[in-house]
């Protein structure tokens, strides 16, 4: 009986892998079409060349720097607020987890309808306001969920042995949740590094990233560069998640947009 | 609550009132118009509501079922392979989703089912295993020991063992997965794109039409409140089945 399971999860991993090592394979064969005549990086050099796939991995990297560094600070408060017991605090939890609750393509256009509605026009920064509004919640659980061990002794008995409210959070309990904050930070990165949707909607002609490129890609007909350019997301997205794994022991679990 | 708390917590609740509620009102408003009105009277737009639920729910119910087996047996390894399976299962989620779909896409042509409601199905399942097996196994490993030799103990085979003993018990698993699950399945767009073409659309595929190719953001965003209301309803639904503390 367990060694039925044991193949069984054999086999379910085995799918989750195979199509990937595939993509990863083709993405090196020297010919156009499904079969393999030889080792090649002639795609990979192509789409290095093609200006438009380098001005999308220069707006992923920007999209992403730019919402984690909003998101954590902006997550990392909503954590520290929800603190203490107040009056509508479930309504405020609620508020803080909703992103994370509804279909991305929903925040996405209703972000979309208001930036029409002012007449903003689409770019980057329009996409940044909507990452760092997903990602503010992902920061926001991961730091709660850091502050929830803790006990608030030491920060009260700093504020007691003179320190300013302000000194006694720096000096005691940001480094207290300082691995919490780096691990949602990471998070929020990866996430928006990995978004598409919300990209898609909100981004407009100038700001595609990555991913944007990938459907648009995908859509008007397959060429090998995608294969490339898939693999080296791919490689990116792990890179990240290693480096977060390094960086703190973060729980692996939970993230994913 | 003291100012200093307020102030802290006025700024994120700010933004969020700013760029989550502010559109969630202006996406109404929307959708009071006459081309909104017109969609939501026609049935073809609930016949595709009614589909892609349906779709999602067959989807999520096949994923529990395919990774339930996979959550048992990793909660029943050493500790050691316990972490290592677990990280292999979560792995390939931390990449991009459609990097995988356009993975799939690679074995999905030979085997003659590209473009198919099946390919369609299989997909969202592949690209969601993880958030199923891991809320899965997470409750599984909860479950005493001493329960499961009890009832053993007591005459029942496993089979009956797992029916009644652990499958009650890790409900809040299986609801956490399902939840997990079906809610980004509801909103997804790119997958049935890729996979289904033009033969499978879900309901993100016609709120992307809306907005991005026909310009009748009326429509879509009447399609979007309605989508957004059915979410939260069985959001709603399952926080009040499940107690929580702190913000998570």
């Known amino acids: 009986m367990r060694r039925a399971l044991g193949a069984y999860t054999g086999l379910i991993l085995a799918a989750l892998y195979a199509p990937i090592a595939v993509m990863v394979v083709y993405s090196f064969n020297a010919s156009n079409s499904f079969r393999w005549t030889g080792f090649t990086l002639e795609w990979y050099r192509r789409a290095w060349e093609n200006r438009d796939l380098r001005s999308a991995l220069a707006n992923t990297v920007v999209l992403a720097l730019v919402s984690m560094t909003l998101a954590t600070v902006l997550g990392t408060m909503a954590a520290l607020a929800a603190r203490p017991v107040f009056r509508g605090k479930k309504l405020y939890a609620a508020l803080v987890s909703l992103p994370v609750m509804v279909p991305d393509i929903v925040l996405a256009v209703a972000l979309l309808a208001l930036f029409r ?83 898609y909607f909100t981004s407009g002609p100038g700001g ?48 994913g947009r | 609550m003291n100012k200093r708390s307020l102030s802290l917590l006025l700024v994120p609740a700010g933004w969020l009132a700013l760029f989550l509620l502010v559109p969630t009102v202006v996406l109404a408003v929307r959708s009071l118009g006459p081309e909104a009105a017109r969609t939501l009277a026609e049935a073809t737009t609930w016949m595709l509501l009614g ?81 199923m097996i891991l809320p899965l196994y997470v409750s599984i490993e909860k479950v005493p020991r001493r329960l ?58 016609q709120i992307n039409h809306y907005f991005m190719r026909s310009e009748n953001p009326g429509a879509g965003s009447a399609l979007t409140l309605v989508l957004m209301l059915l979410t939260a309803a069985f959001a709603g639904l399952y926080y009040r089945l499940r107690r929580t503390e702190g913000l998570v």
């Open chain 2, 148 to 205: 499961l030799e009890a009832s053993q103990d007591l005459g029942a085979s496993p089979w009956r063992t797992f029916w009644k003993v652990t499958v009650p018990l890790t409900m809040p698993g299986i609801a956490a997965g399902c939840m997990l699950v079906f809610i980004p399945l509801l909103g997804i767009f790119a997958l049935p794109e890729f996979l289904g073409g033009t033969r499978v659309p879900m309901v993100g595929n």
């Open chain 1, 208 to 255: 595609a990233t990555l991913p944007v490129m990938v459907y648009s890609m995908v859509r008007f007909g397959v060429t090998p560069e995608i294969n490339a350019v898939s693999t080296v997301l791919l490689a990116a997205s792990l890179g990240l998640i290693v480096a977060s794994l390094r960086l703190s022991r973060v729980p692996v679990a939970g993230g």
């Open chain 1, 117 to 199: 509605a002012l007449g903003v026009s689409l770019s980057l920064w329009t996409a940044a306001l909507a990452h760092t509004t997903f990602n503010l919640s992902y920061v926001a659980v991961t730091v709660s969920a850091r502050l929830q061990g803790m006990d608030r002794t030491a920060e009260l008995a700093a504020q007691d042995l003179g320190a300013t409210p302000w000194g006694a959070f720096w000096r005691v309990t940001f480094p207290a949740i300082l691995p919490g904050v780096l691990s949602g930070a990471l998070l929020a990165f990866t996430l928006s590094f990995d978004d598409f949707a919300v990209t």
């Open chain 2, 51 to 131: 589909r892609s639920f349906l779709i999602a729910a067959v989807a999520t119910v096949l994923c529990l079922g395919v990774s339930y087996p996979a959550a048992l047996f990793i909660a029943g390894c050493s500790a050691r392979w316990r972490n290592l399976l677990l990280f292999l299962v979560v792995l390939p989620f931390w990449t991009n989703l459609l990097v995988r779909t356009f993975a799939l896409m690679f074995v999905l042509r030979p085997l003659g089912i590209l473009y198919t409601e099946g390919a369609v199905i299989l997909g969202l399942v592949h690209s969601f295993l993880p958030f």
